[in-house]
């Protein structure tokens, strides 16, 4: 299969290196949806954070597929939730110390959504989520990890990848590894596989 014909609607650099690390030939064409208002419009009414990773996911692939509709597009979101709280990508280092300050010592969940679609349908879904719980770390520990890590940490929800020093965060992680990573990597390359997409 050539490149061109699947396609990964997200600007992720860890859910990139995840399909390329397995050995898939792939496009990735980042979606441009408005995802702040979409995030705004489910809280207000009351939907899961579960649910708002499944739409954003959709959204994502289905605004690629229009304008590739030969091919199999791949979209993913990835919500962080904390006591009914959704955390968001942070904007700065302060907001991402800020954020981390909030999440350690306690436990958040990982809700993936993630969508196939092919000229502008939905042809498969999945979801799933992992629990993670970070560790009390200290002040001086968290300035460290800031230091090491700079920028990177603005990459995720979370503000870590646990691929890296952001494993020292954590006590506790229940879930699927890919997953965490923003990729549920293993019930996509069953579909991949199913379709004829990678070899069997």
Known sequence: MTAHLLILASASKSRAAVLAAAGVAFSQI??????ASVKTEMQARGQTAAACAAKLAEMKALAVSARHPSAY????DQMLGCDGRWFDKP???????EQLRALRGRTHMLFNGMVVTR???TVWRTADQAELTMRDFSDDFLDAYLAQVGGQVLWSVGGYQLEGPGAQLFSAVRGDFFSILGLPLLPLLAFLRDHGLIKT
Do not use: L, N, Q
């Not at 980042?30 to 995802?35: I, K, L, Q, S």
């Not at 904007?91 to 110390?97: E, L, Q």
């Open 30 to 35: 980042p979606a441009d949806v408005d995802e």
């Open 73 to 76: 597009v791949i979209g993913c």
């Open 119 to 121: 000229a502008d349908k």
């Open 91 to 97: 904007a700065d280092m302060s907001a991402a110390r």
